[in-house]
């Protein structure tokens, strides 16, 4: 097949740098929209959104999918989006569209899929959409989905009346509080015959009688759900339909049809308190292809795969073609439209086979495109898909990244392990950007600080764990709780292969679940990518090094069983195509994968980072707790990877799902650099704020260790003394607390909540905000903290503009970001008050007027973000006047020598003639903590950057305007700020 893919690789789109914007109900495509302009007077050359597709009503991020066919009416619809693109277009702003694979609402009443599968059973047309175990362990769940969706025990919300019958448009259905939920058709004549006999004997004679007990007929006719025999399943979707018209029509046009239903329906529905009045309706509902439960209680037993342990999302099986094909309609079409002009896929760990679902979503794209211009009101043929997947596949052999292999821009939010590289063979621009955000953050984390703040933080809380057994404690925990379900399932499994080998039949079902959980629990990346045709080196490092951890944890365990759970997780190549049992263990392989990513994120990101509390900036999304602290050379070297083998990757400092906002995490950072102030600062803090603690349980609330977490929270979002904002900190931190209690599971949890002990510790908060001697030492602090951190702040955002990849801001963070963990980073942004902020800046942004005066004035003020508003604007400007330089320009780390090296990070962009320099300062704390801000004129005195062959020549500062010296001399060439851009050429 010949294809000219000239005018897709010329309109292929490649952002520059992206905005993201969270849509929700009070912010649609037409909010959006307007802020189009305002984006592009930022320099931003991408709008990247929260998932536009249709969700579950009310949705505050979009990952709750209902219909993958249709935009968020929510939003705007389809109306609403072409105005939102035509705003886009009209500033020349692509838009990077975020997209969920992995999973979709478990809504019933909002999915019709799902709603599908729970009427239908094995016998929906949907049932293997979902990851769901149709033969599970438990006998009583065989061809059923295990529902936690009741707010109490099963038998108590029945008998207190909670779960309801209803009918509406000729179906029943279960309501159970705000859900709705199908009542299998065929059982619907258990229902409609109660008193069926007194109805026909008051109307002998009435044809719409008649007509009901046809339906009665046709209903007890229909196929079961169990059986999926060919032919079957069609058969009675189309009988069931039928019936639900019939049934629709005659209860509208008959009165007494329709006071039948209701009166059986009043019968089944029981009567509360009388329990026995229940039986009835307890005994349909058990025979529905759903089983109903307590949330609380039902963890070790749902039997289908969830977005993590969020009941409220069921994982979908991308790997099908025909789920593949059902799920990417409307965003391929986006795509080849040009409305959408890239894709980030969220959480493509959660997939199968990811690498295969990329190469599958280019190819896709491909012949979407392709369709436009061929014939746009028709499918391709099966041949002609056929050929342009042979045609991609062939351009994969031979180069896995040229344009042709990779015609779309796609980022992967893959979290990437320290050490771990993405795979090259991702079809795939890069990641999301976690990585950038965690090699930026430790490159401003002082090393020296690191067993100061370790031995303040075990004397201050007495406890001594590492980060090693507080992460190991911590995925147990998880396994044990929220995803037991899934092990038991991998166990279960496991047992059943373990049996079908004479040499390992004599492993007991519990025992390998147990050394299955401690490889699990040993894991040192989130997963692993084996796959039927590849295992890389890199799978098996870490499925040996899992294995090795697990079996010195556990000396008394059999080590055989360690040695064969390590077999099945690496299975020879081609072994699945041999015979059933092959199959079987390359199953285990792949879906043992899909469970240690979720594992390794709830119990690592969302349990031990709210334990363990050394310095909270490390906590983040992708980093590992052990590594406090990483060099300069360090930093260079991730970047120069990034420019070599992903230059179009993405650099987030802050993004939907981070713990905390990007100038709270520099703030924090600062403690690393003032360990010694910090711990005795903290003593003082706890003896001020000794009477607004409560004893709870015979001990103190909050405790120690959440206390000390609480004063890092404080430094990371207080803002500026502002009286007014007293009541609203309150009341983040209140939620951030109980939030982080519940997460760290120990001494309240989701599960089992304990009010005491929050209570106290919202009781504490108020207290301590309130405490005019914890303040009046707290302050001044904080203010010096805040100093330095903006400064950092300002040095992070310089770094990420000019380093390879794409550079990414979240919404808001053009100011100041001390935001904590979602919900409060979700909070409104004022983008009215921005667009002034920038108006004002114009002049100084576009050199017209202004100078030196003013942004002394900006530093001044620092505490308004102008002075980031500022830095950015003009940064991003820059970079997309010199495009080239900075997403195809080589990456040269430069020397700093002098006394204040080490407080320096330079390298330098070159592309053709054009050149860029860039310096920033870092760590602070030191030289600057009793000067403040003063001080930063002194800071690079008798320090030298040192000039590549032929010195520094005409390199203008893009802030300042102020000259590189020839010889390097950064005292000369830093006069107003501690970072620089140096370009070449004039600047605009």
């Known amino acids: ?332 079409d986006l795509l080849a439209s040009g409305k959408a002009t890239g894709l980030r896929i969220d959480h493509p760990d959660g997939l199968y086979d990811p690498s295969r679902y990329f190469e599958k979503l280019q190819s896709a794209f491909l012949c979407a495109w392709l369709r436009r211009r061929l014939h746009p009101d028709a499918e391709l043929t099966v041949e ?158 870490g499925i040996d090094q899992a294995v090795e951890r697990a079996r010195r944890r556990n000396p008394a365990m059999e080590p055989t069983i360690f040695e064969f759970i390590r077999s099945l997780m690496m299975p020879k190549r081609g072994e699945a195509a041999d015979d059933e049992a092959g199959r079987q263990r390359l199953r285990f392989a792949m879906k043992l994968q899909q469970y240690t990513a979720p594992v390794r994120a709830k119990g690592i990101e969302d349990t031990a980072f709210y334990r363990y509390h050394v310095l909270i900036s490390n906590n983040e999304v992708g980093a590992e707790q052990a590594r406090f602290a990483q060099t300069i050379g360090q930093f260079h070297d991730a970047n120069a990877r990034r420019a070599e083998e992903w230059p179009r990757t993405m650099l987030a400092t802050a993004t939907h799902d981070t713990k905390r906002g990007e100038d709270a995490r520099a703030r924090i950072d600062i403690l690393s650099e003032i360990a010694e102030e910090w711990e005795a600062a903290v003593l003082r803090w706890s003896r001020a704020n000794r009477p607004a603690k409560t004893a709870v349980g015979g001990e103190d609330a909050p405790d120690a260790n959440d206390e000390y977490l609480f004063y890092q929270v404080l430094i990371g979002a207080w803002d500026f003394d502002r009286e007014d904002a007293h009541e609203s900190l309150r009341d983040r931190l209140q939620a951030y607390l109980l939030k982080a209690g519940r997460e760290a599971k120990l001494k309240t949890s989701w599960l089992s909540a304990n009010a005491d002990y929050e209570k106290a510790t919202a009781a504490f908060i108020a207290g301590a905000l309130a405490n005019r001697s914890f303040l009046d030492q707290f302050i001044p602090f904080a203010r010096r903290v805040a100093a330095l951190g903006a400064l950092s702040s300002l040095s992070r955002t310089v770094l990420k503009i000019a380093s390879p990849g794409v550079a990414d801001f979240y919404q808001g963070t053009e100011l100041w970001d001390l935001s904590l963990v979602d919900p409060d980073n979700r909070r409104p942004v004022d983008y009215a008050a921005r667009r002034e902020k920038l108006a004002s800046l114009e002049p100084l942004l576009t050199g017209r007027d202004g100078g030196e005066a003013e942004l002394k004035e900006l530093l001044e003020h620092w505490e308004d973000g102008r002075v980031k508003l500022f830095v950015t604007a003009k940064a991003l400007r820059y970079r997309r006047d010199r495009a080239d330089l900075f997403m195809k320009g080589s990456y040269e780390p430069l020397e700093v020598r002098g006394g204040c090296a080490g407080r320096f990070i330079a390298f330098r962009r070159l592309f053709g003639a054009e050149e860029a320099v860039v310096v920033v300062s870092r760590l602070l704390g030191g030289p600057l903590w009793r000067k403040g801000l003063a001080g930063v004129g002194a800071l690079a005195r008798g320090s030298v950057l040192v000039p590549p062959s032929g010195g520094f020549v005409g390199l203008t500062d893009v802030f300042t305007g102020a000259t590189l010296a020839g010889n390097g001399d950064l005292a000369a060439s830093l006069p107003l700020l501690p970072f620089a851009i140096y370009s070449s050429g004039r600047l605009p």
């Open 1 to 332: 097949m010949t294809l000219d893919l000239g005018p897709l690789l010329e309109r292929r789109r490649t952002p520059l740098t992206t905005y993201r914007l969270q849509l929700h109900r009070g912010f649609g495509f037409q909010e959006a929209a307007a802020l189009a302009d305002y984006l592009a007077g930022l320099g931003i050359t991408d709008c990247y959104t929260s998932p536009v597709l249709k969700a579950r009503p009310g949705s505050v991020h979009g990952y709750d999918i209902t219909d993958h066919n249709a935009l968020n009416p929510e939003l705007g619809g389809e109306a609403g989006y072409a105005g939102f693109v035509a705003a886009l277009r009209a500033c020349n702003l692509g838009h990077l569209l975020d997209f969920a694979p992995n999973h979709m609402s478990a809504d019933a009443a909002a999915n019709a899929w799902w709603w599908d599968v729970l009427e239908n059973g094995p016998s929906s047309r949907y049932a293997e959409f979902f990851d769901i175990d149709w033969n599970p362990e438990k006998a009583e769940l065989k061809n059923k989905v295990l529902l936690p969706i009741l707010g109490d025990q099963y038998g108590a919300v029945l008998e207190r009346g909670e779960l309801k019958l209803a009918f509406e448009r000729g179906r029943l259905s279960l309501l159970a509080g705000d859900r709705c939920l199908p009542i299998d058709p065929q059982q619907a004549p258990q229902v409609l015959t109660r008193g069926l006999e007194a109805l026909k004997s008051e109307r002998k004679d009435d044809p719409d009688v008649a007509e009901f007990l046809g339906i009665l007929t046709a209903l007890s006719g229909l196929p079961a759900r169990s059986d999926i025999d060919p032919g079957k399943p069609d058969e009675r979707r189309r009988k069931s339909e039928a019936a639900r018209r019939r049934l629709e029509d005659l209860a509208a046009r008959s009165p007494h049809v329709e006071r039948h239903i209701r009166e059986a329906l009043t019968f089944f529905n029981g009567r509360a308190p009388d329990p026995r009045s229940f039986d009835t309706l307890h005994g349909l509902l058990e025979s529905q292809a759903y089983r109903l439960s307590y949330w609380k209680t039902a963890s070790d037993e749902i039997n289908y795969r969830r977005f993590f342990d969020v009941n409220e999302l069921a994982g979908l099986r991308m790997e099908l073609d025909a789920v593949f094909d059902a799920t990417h309609g409307l965003v391929l």
């Open 384 to 541: 002609e898909r056929g050929e342009l997947d042979a045609w991609h596949a062939e351009e994969l052999r031979k180069d896995f990244k040229s344009p042709a292999a990779r015609p779309l821009y796609v980022i992967a939010e893959k979290i990437l392990s320290p050490g771990e590289s993405l795979d090259a063979h991702w079809c795939v621009d890069g990641t999301s950007g976690y990585d950038f955000l965690d090699d930026v953050n430790r490159a401003f984390v002082d090393p020296r600080g690191a067993s100061i703040l370790r031995g303040a933080y075990e004397r201050f809380t007495g406890k001594r764990g590492s980060p090693e057994t507080v992460g190991y404690a911590s995925k147990k925990t998880i396994m044990a709780t929220s995803m037991a379900s899934e092990l038991n399932v991998l166990s279960a499994l496991l047992n059943r292969i373990s049996e079908g080998d004479r040499r390992t039949r004599d492993f007991t079902r519990q025992n390998l679940g147990r050394a299955l959980g401690e490889i699990v629990a040993c894991f040192p990346v989130y997963r692993t990518y084996v796959t039927e045709a590849r295992t890389t080196a890199y799978d098996r490092e």
